[in-house]
């Protein structure tokens, strides 16, 4: 009986350490990244304003997959002056991180306590709502991440809505913030002559708005992030000039539309 006993315990000890290592296994593979999976990253950029500087501090990132938020790892928070991203320059905010396949139906950017805002030379505090611990919400269409899928999605922080006066003479930020697959939009640039003839580009049509300030050194312009479809350019003067008006601009997916150098009278 003892010895029948016996084997029954050790018949017992060699499941269990079957068991056991088995777990192993399992928590080993699921902490590891199986090849395929979607790769997703970030990056911000501004449409520019006729503020001196906007420094905002960026803390973090959240997603909305469905089954709850989930926070992103960021490659470059801190303090920044948003209109150092206008032109074709962008910060990444998020570099190559490996997802596991989902749909991100929501996006919400957290943002700290030490902002500023510099008009004419004068920096000012930047108060933001109670809301902001929470973060705010970015306006983009859910996106799904599918196995083998390479994403980058560009954040436009428009900082000429998001900077607000109040009554009292004090600043408050109120981001609007949204975003968009870099495989779902286009750009527009080109150039103006003479150079000092407009400040300011814009580009609309039934639905959409996007605009950038013209560099008043070499009359260059570039406007980012523009939904495909037709467009009408307008070209705010500069004292001394009219203003110029270019129906017809197409905007393709992914491709940057070349207006050549725009003659302003």
Known sequence: MKKRNALISLAALAVFALFMLSQQGCEKDNNTNPPGNPVFSVKLIDAPSAYDAVNVEIVGME????????????????????????????????????????????????????????????SHELTTPSGQTSGYKVKMDSQQLIAGGVYYLVLDFNTQKSVHVTGNGKYMLKPVVSGCMETSIGSIAG???????????????????????????????????????????????????????????????????????????
Request: charged letters at 10%; proline letters at 4%; hydrophobic letters at 40%.
């Open 63 to 122: 997603a909305n997959i469905g089954t709850g938020w989930i926070t992103l790892e960021m490659d470059n928070s801190g303090v920044y002056n948003l209109l150092s991203f206008t032109n074709g320059n962008s910060l990444a905010l998020i570099n190559d991180v490996v997802m596991t396949p989902c749909t991100i139906s929501e996006l919400r950017l957290i943002l700290g306590t030490n902002n500023t805002v510099v008009v004419d030379g004068v």
């Open 191 to 265: 150039t103006i002559s003479p150079i000092e003839g407009a400040y300011y580009v814009e580009a609309t049509n039934a639905t959409d708005t996007s605009g950038t300030y013209i560099n008043q050194t070499n009359g260059q312009f570039l406007i980012p992030a523009v939904m495909p479809g037709i467009y009408q350019v307008k070209f705010v003067q500069n004292a001394g000039h009219l203003e110029k008006i270019v129906p017809g601009v197409v905007v393709i997916v992914g491709q940057t539309t070349q207006m050549g150098t725009i003659p302003i009278e």
